[in-house]
């Protein structure tokens, strides 16, 4: 199985401030049809999971721009470039590259 | 857009069957995309249960594969999860989701006598 570890699990950032997520792959995370399936979701608390990021790179449907995210291989990463109260919550990296697809531990993002 | 809604018993007992559906409304799961269940246990992060295509071709993590079933059904525009013999470590919030994308609101199942 693939690991997927996140670093830090923690994090409380002042509004306004940038913030950070790594989430690092045991194995590569190959292009597969071009594409690598490297997902990231936000669990605000008392709701489902909310997709955030796709295929690495690209922002889901009403997702704000300040959420960006990059890499390749095994390593990956989640930025937030100015941190909004609204962001509280759990942020999650999923690869669907091979099954069992696995998540990451997930990052708690709280606010100062 | 795209909803998910996840319906079954919210209790059950140790050794029988956990039946969850999930009715998809705004999409038509015929058309494309896997749709697949995961689970969070109070507290905990998530698992990924399994998959199935509109063709019914499934993957189902190894864990978990003795006991799950997936089923689609087209005509229903819905998807079913069966897991067999259950107990206390199988409780959890078992959410239905397009893969990936959209997640429905999730079910808490909780196993007890």
């Known amino acids: 199985d693939i690991v997927m570890t996140q670093t830090p699990l923690s994090l409380s950032v002042t509004p306004g401030q940038p913030a950070s997520i790594s989430c690092k792959s045991s194995?590569?995370?190959?292009?597969?049809?071009?594409?690598?399936?490297l997902y990231w979701y936000l669990q605000k608390p008392g709701q489902p999971p909310q997709l955030l990021i796709f295929e690495v790179s690209n922002r889901f449907s009403g997702v704000p721009d300040r959420f960006s995210g990059s890499g390749s291989g095994t390593d990956f990463t989640l930025k937030i470039s100015r941190v909004e109260a609204e962001d509280v919550g759990i942020y999650y990296c999923?690869?669907?590259?091979?099954?069992?697809?696995?998540f990451g531990q997930g990052t708690k993002l709280e606010i100062k | 857009q795209v909803q998910l809604q996840e319906s079954g018993p919210g209790l059950v007992k140790p050794s029988e069957t956990l039946s969850l559906t999930c009715a998809v409304s705004?999409?038509?799961?015929?058309?494309?995309?896997?749709w697949g269940w995961i689970r969070q246990p109070p507290g905990k992060g998530l698992e990924w249960i399994g998959n199935?295509?509109?063709?019914?071709?499934?993957y189902y993590n190894p864990s978990l594969k003795s006991r799950v079933t997936i089923s689609i059904d087209t005509s229903k525009n819905h998807f079913s999860l069966k897991l067999r013999s259950v107990t206390a470590a199988d409780t959890a919030v078992y959410y239905c989701?397009?893969?990936?994308?959209?997640w429905g609101q999730g079910t808490l199942v909780t196993v007890s006598s």
């Open positions: 199935i295509y509109h063709s019914g071709n499934t």
């Open positions: 194995q590569s995370l190959l292009p597969s049809d071009g594409k690598t399936y």
């Open positions: 705004g999409y038509s799961i015929s058309s494309n995309y896997y």
């Open positions: 999923v690869q669907s590259i091979q099954p069992p697809y696995t």
């Open positions: 989701a397009r893969v990936w994308g959209h």
